[in-house]
């Protein structure tokens, strides 16, 4: 579905029209220039890839700065391809911005956790722990067996434990977009979106 990338700038509140205080996220989003058009053939399937944040030409790799060149559009940070069913309304160089989207509806937004470095499993992944009394010293934060005895004798894979947390690609669905502000390209997003402040979103509108 179409959609646009955008940074992550912040929360903030604001009430809504029933009087209760929500949680909003505040996204820049696009303006997102249209580098290619992918209508089929040879690809096998109609898309279109879009960049945001203008970058000088030298800062990305030799291939990439062909891509910008061919298009006649100017260098970008990033590119994203949005499949979508009809790309005849579109045309290179055409910009997409926050007026795609509506307030009222939903979206889905994806991007990058927060890195936690290493963690214990209860940090990690929820545990509860170990008993606290009955003699327990040292088990307040320990994951408890890992089931090697004399059957497995051996830990399976993805068994949870500790390890690095954070720093992976993580979606968010469905949430609501409460307000579009076109003059400063904003999007208000109801709820939390992945990553920290200044950190790269792609904000997709929902299939039906």
């Known amino acids: 579905m179409l959609g646009l990338i955008g940074k992550k700038i912040g929360m903030t509140q604001a009430f809504d029209d029933q009087g209760n205080l929500v949680v909003l ?5 696009g303006p997102c220039p249209v580098v290619q058009i992918k209508d089929g053939a040879p690809d ?7 960049g945001f944040e203008e970058v000088p030409a030298h800062r990305l790799s030799r291939p ?9 559009v100017a260098s970008h ?15 290179v160089g055409d910009s997409l911005d926050v007026g795609i989207f509506e307030p009222g509806e939903r979206v889905d937004v994806t ?9 214990g499993s209860v940090k990690r992944h ?23 005895s004399s059957y497995p004798s051996r ?23 409460v307000r579009v502000d076109k003059e400063r390209n904003l ?17 997709q509108k929902r299939g039906n």
Request: charged share 20%; net charge positive.
């Open 25 to 29: 996220t505040v996204v820049e989003a």
């Open 187 to 203: 999007l208000f997003l109801r709820g939390a979106v992945p990553g920290g402040r200044g950190s790269t979103v792609v904000i």
């Open 77 to 91: 940070r990033m590119l994203k391809e949005f499949r979508i069913g009809d790309v005849s309304h579109y045309s």
């Open 126 to 148: 929820g545990f509860h722990g170990g008993p606290k009394t009955h003699g327990q010293s040292d088990r307040h934060r320990a994951p408890g067996s890992i089931g090697q």
């Open 155 to 177: 830990v399976f894979k993805g068994m949870r434990m500790a390890g690095h947390m954070g720093a992976q690609q993580v979606t968010v669905k469905g949430l609501r977009v």
């Open 44 to 50: 096998g399937y109609s898309a279109l890839k879009v």
């Open 111 to 119: 991007g990058c956790s927060k890195g936690r470095g290493f963690q």
């Open 64 to 72: 990439v700065q062909g891509v910008f060149k061919k298009a006649g």
